[in-house]
Structure formats: structure tokens, C-alpha cells
């Protein structure tokens, strides 16, 4: 169960072409 919650938080913004705020969230440092 503790390994599902990981990738389903990384399968609910799989648009991160779209949600690109979102991935600024989730990897801050990615922009960067």
C-alpha cells in the first residue's frame, strides 16, 4: 500500500505538459 501511494501521486499529474505548475510543486529544483 505505502509503495502505491508513490506513483499514484506520480500517475495523477501525468500531463505535466499542461500541469506545468503542478510540476513545479512536485520537483521545485526541476526548473530550476
Do not use: C, K
Not at 501511494?5 to 495523477?12: E, H, I, R, S, T
Not at 500531463?15 to 526541476?30: A, Q, S, T
Amino acid at each position: 500500500a505505502l509503495e502505491m501511494q508513490g506513483p499514484v501521486l506520480v500517475g495523477v499529474p501525468v500531463d505535466y505538459r499542461d500541469n506545468v505548475r503542478l510540476m513545479e510543486i512536485v520537483h521545485p529544483g526541476v526548473l530550476n
